[in-house]
């Protein structure tokens, strides 16, 4: 993203770039760490299998952070983000291979860009789905 | 010292402000947290050097789930909304204030929906995360 031009280049349908992440129990130990959430369903395998887990899951708010990280990896410096909204719909474990995606679902007035927002794991199950809506500076 | 609580001391919540809370926005503590993101291009360069929207997220949330986390249900995420209205920056100083804006008990699963509002220093408010959590009682 840079300038005006961009913004009027952007047209519903316009998928933004992906972001593959691939979670690991060092990287959910690093987020337990930063964000508080000791639940040990994300730490603890033989804790997660009595809890009926097949095991260790991957914090839903790291999914989200990702999330979060490839919109604004996408508006870069010429953007704000305004609103997320996701549910958990699966389980994402360590190892899994998770592609997150946004898709322009509607351009308002103001610069603001509602997308749709997902995350999609090796098996092509989305995990994680929801909306967003960014303010592009200089669309005013 | 984390206070324990049972559902029932939730339910007296609901609707009440629960906790206030302040959080200093420290370098550290955004290197600590890209890191954990593992966001090699987080803070930008440019005219306002934001710290990345997701660490609302966090900030409050560590202490709620702490309390969730005493009751012996199993807790799970549900889902998230955040709202973000001014940029966060390092050096500001947030206090975030939770209330627990809805509890409903469907057994063996109990819906907590939790509200955190975030105001920076200057006492304008920055952000809004709205968190749904479930818990699942022992079959």
Known sequence: MNNQSDLENIAVGDEIPSLE?????QQLVRWAGVSGDFNPIHY?????IARGLPGVVVHGQLSTAFICQMLSDWYGNEGFLKKLNVSYKGLNFPGDKLICHGVVREKIEGGLISLDVRVENQRGEKTVTGTATVKLYGGD | MIQQLKIDDLKGL??????TLTYPIEACLIRRFVEAVGDDTPILPGKKAEVPPALLLTIGFERVISMLLGLPEAV???STELECFEPVRIGDLLTVTARVAALRERAPLTFINLELEQHNQKGVLIGRCKQLAILR???
């Not at chain 1, 992440?21 to 129990?25: A, G």
């Not at chain 2, 609901?14 to 906790?19: A, D, F, K, R, S």
Request: aromatic fraction near 10%.
């Open chain 1, 44 to 48: 603890d395998k033989d804790f997660a």
């Open chain 1, 21 to 25: 992440k691939h979670p690991s129990t």
């Open chain 2, 76 to 78: 799970l995420h549900g």
């Open chain 2, 14 to 19: 609901v609707g009440q402000p629960w906790l």
């Open chain 2, 137 to 139: 009682g022992k079959a």
